[in-house]
């Protein structure tokens, strides 16, 4: 078990990481103080596989648990569920001194995050996140959303859990696709930040996809670390720090938006928006063309996607087009000067743009 301390000013807590640790939680969570009754908001899914020793784990330790559940999907990253949700705790909370447990994905976890931030002007809460996506990006750091109809997290908060608790164990029962969803933010960590790290990524992609426990630990472990080095430098992005971590995010997001949302999951999109990304860079002279190759060959090591298919180069540029950043003329890409470094910059032409998406089509 490996315990990695957000010093953050105001607001520090720990990011546990280990395998099997889930029945240590109590233990923890008493010497925190915060409370004796848990509000757990999870999803079916996760619950059948993973509620019982959650569960029996806090109640062994003295806890009252009371478990909400929202359906699977991004769907429920909605106002309309976060208030049911609060109605729903503010009726039990009565007599007691609840805290919240976002046990899920990014979902839940920005979720269950919000509502804590919302209610009597924000409860303490503790992220125990299921997915690799949430447990090396989506639960460090704060942010917490839910969405409305016409874009994602537009009503959120930027609220700091108490602990962050990942647990690899709870990872093997995602889907394969989960997995690399996952492992495409990994391989953003190591390009913006640790080269180093980068070559442990493409040394042990056989045994990550394998969800080899100590792998898994060591890659959660050292994406925690970074995140929280960007995080606690910026913590409520006013600095232009946490700008790093949208490496492959300004195309990958136009591309998540061209697909609707169903042909790519995030990490997929990003993992396009990288190759992307470091194609500019190449072309802006940034990095050489075996940087983008030794990117290229690890994405593809990962099993994650080539090439664009199923959406239109014309839908990309378009979206990204009505970005409001890029109608005001001053478009702002985070580009790579080789494996472990980055870099801002502004105003990358159309036609640059165009030519790299095209490269990957
Ligand atoms: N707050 C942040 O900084 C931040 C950063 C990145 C992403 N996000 C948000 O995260 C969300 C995406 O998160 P995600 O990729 O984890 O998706 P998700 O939460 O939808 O989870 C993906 C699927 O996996 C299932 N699942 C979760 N854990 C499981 C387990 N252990 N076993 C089996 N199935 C399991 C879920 O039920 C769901 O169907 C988006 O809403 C995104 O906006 C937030
Ligand atoms: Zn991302």
Redesign the pocket.
Known sequence: MRSIPVPLEANAYDIVVGSHILSKLGAKLKNLKIGKDAVIIT?P??RK??GKALISGLKKSGFSVKILEVP???RS?SAKVAFRLIEQIARYDELKKVFIIAF???????LAGYVAAAYKRGIPYVQVP??L??QV??AI?G??AVDLAFG??LIGAFYQPRLVWSDVS??S??TGR?VR?GLAEVVKYGVIRDAKFFKYVNKNCKKLLALDPKSLVHVVEHSSRIKRDVVVADERETRGIRTVLNFGHTIGHAIETAGKYNQYH?GEAVALGMRVAAHISYQKKMCRLTDVAVLDDMLSSLALPQRISNVKVSDILRIMKHDKKFLSGCNRFVLMSGIGKVKVLENISLAVIEKAIKAYQ
């Open positions: 999803n899914a996760i596989y993973h699977a999907g991004e990253k899920g994905g990014g979902v839940v976890g920005d299921t997915t996506l949430a990006d989506s750091g942010k917490v994602k997290n709870l990872l029962t995602l989960q969803n995030h």
